[in-house]
């Protein structure tokens, strides 16, 4: 009997937290994204009691078919929520719980049909391959070795804190001033190899080879250089030393 009380609790317990997703983005979203997350421009929204309240109401794009992708990648990289209007969002310490998160991708990918979020396999993928799409679409912001660079009025990050569903993500969203790339132009397949790159360049994999650091594959030739230039120098004190001695 006490035992059927609880199963009844956590059932209920449990499709309250599923139905909490409109109650939290009414919470920490709708002053941006309105109340239904169809979007606001920074116009009080709700009438009566609302229009009397002095409410502070940002602007936001509508939400409506950004699908469990966009949530996905705004709230578990702390982009959302934002803190105030006219700033580039940022990856930031969580706010919400994994529960309200959760509640909120849900909440979020029902308000329109719009793309699940990615599952990519970038073990599939190919590091070489990787790095020359990578120099093509990304390095120009991101910088050959995914560190981050520099673009006007905005910063692109750098993509050690990115998993590879984020890549996946972002790839595809195109955050803030960033392009959006389609399918078309950057397959699932060509993801999967940018997506190893990028994971080969925050952790090179040095087994049996020689240690670079973070550096990546493309400063090899360089250290190469490096390592001719001081067996040459070597030398040259070899030689030195005989003339003088
Ligand atoms: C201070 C205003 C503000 C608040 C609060 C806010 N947002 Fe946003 N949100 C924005 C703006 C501005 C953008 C556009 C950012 C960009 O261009 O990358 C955005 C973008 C998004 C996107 C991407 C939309 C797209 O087209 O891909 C999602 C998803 C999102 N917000 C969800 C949320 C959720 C969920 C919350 C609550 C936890 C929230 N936001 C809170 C202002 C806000
Ligand atoms: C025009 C410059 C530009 C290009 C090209 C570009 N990005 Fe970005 N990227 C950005 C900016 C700016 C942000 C930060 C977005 C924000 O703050 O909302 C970003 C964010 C990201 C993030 C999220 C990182 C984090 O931890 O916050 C990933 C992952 C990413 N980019 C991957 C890529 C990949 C992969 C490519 C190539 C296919 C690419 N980007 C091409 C400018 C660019």
Known sequence: MR?????????????????????????????????????STGQRYGGGAARNQSVQTGMGPSLHGVGALAADFYLRTGYMPLKRNGIQPRRSRLLLSSAQIDALVRYVSSLGKGPAVPRPHPERGNVSEGMVLFRSHCA????????????????????????????????????????????????DEQLDSIIRYVEYANHPDNRGGWSLGNIGPVPEGLVSWFIAGSALLGVCLVIGKRLHG
């Open 140 to 187: 120009g912001c991101h910088q050959i070795v995914a560190e981050g660079g520099y673009v006007t009025n905005a910063v692109p990050p750098a993509l050690g804190d990115a998993t590879p569903t984020q890549i996946a993500e972002a790839v595809r969203i195109g955050p803030y001033v960033m392009p959006k790339f389609s399918a078309k132009a950057i397959s």
């Open 3 to 39: 035992l059927v009380v609880v199963i009844a609790a956590l059932t209920l317990a449990g499709s309250a937290a599923a139905a909490d997703g409109k109650q939290v983005f009414g919470r920490y979203c709708a002053s941006c994204h309105g109340p239904d997350g169809a979007g």
